[in-house]
């Protein structure tokens, strides 16, 4: 389901992904699977209150996992800063004290809005569509496999290139990982030299400033495909 939020931001409860109707597909933003799924919840409830207990139900009861009130807390407060970016600094996220929260009802959000284009328009959205998910099915299935990940540069460390292997599209995401890759870097005194690239896997717990897993590679990558690269690997890191 497409929903046009504010008349200017799409959101594909399917994909999980947001962008302004200027934007191509692939310049969309893609959110976590929780955040994904909290901000489906909300819009579906448009104005309506959702229960904080319906969200721990539906989102993570239901796998089987046991959440926290803080954990929902900086879901939520993460999905802020993300609709900040696209809406500016309107309350997109409404919290009710002790009960839950609902989707601004002074934000307008409708549905199917490609139902009013033309068939023409309708018809290149369809195949649109198919292409993407084809290729989204194939960059999925090779996400899976670390050796084919997809780098996708994210900033540079003097002069040399940053990349993020974790899959996930977010501007304040990535700002986090150019942090953490420079935080690394400066530790371990690594240093920006010539055919040098680094890249970077982050847990999604990093970006709840939570304990998590991070992977930085200094990668020394020749025209020949000799590659040397050295693994940086923190099991617990926090971001402060």
């Known amino acids: 389901m497409l929903y046009l939020i504010d ?33 489906t919840h909300l819009i579906q409830h448009h104005g309506e209150l959702v229960t904080r207990d319906t969200l721990f139900d539906d989102i993570w009861e239901k796998e089987g996992i046991v959440s926290s009130s803080n954990t929902l807390n900086q879901y939520i407060s993460l999905l802020r800063k993300t609709l900040t970016v696209y809406i500016g600094e309107q309350e997109a996220i409404v919290t009710v004290p002790r009960a839950g929260y609902y989707f601004s009802k002074n934000i307008s959000v409708s549905e199917n809005i490609v139902a009013h284009k033309t068939k023409t328009h309708w018809m290149r959205y369809v195949a649109a569509m198919i292409v993407l998910a084809t290729i989204m099915l194939g960059v999925f299935v090779y996400l899976m496999q670390p050796e084919k990940n997809i780098p996708r540069k994210i900033g540079e ?45 982050a847990q999604e717990k990093l970006y709840l400033d939570k304990e998590a897993r991070v992977l930085v590679s200094r990668c020394v990558e020749w025209p020949d495909s000799r590659d040397i690269c050295q693994n940086m690997y923190y099991y617990s890191w926090v971001q402060g």
């Open 7 to 39: 008349g200017k931001v799409i959101y594909d409860s399917l994909n999980g992904t947001l962008r302004r109707i200027n934007e191509k597909p692939f310049e969309a933003t893609t959110l976590t699977t929780i955040a994904h799924k909290i901000l």
């Open 157 to 201: 460390f003097k002069g040399c290139a940053i990349y993020d292997i974790s899959g996930v599209k977010s501007e304040t995401m990535d700002t986090v990982n150019v942090d953490v890759v420079k935080k690394t870097l400066a530790m371990n005194k690594q240093t920006c030299s010539q055919n040098t690239a680094f890249y970077i896997h």
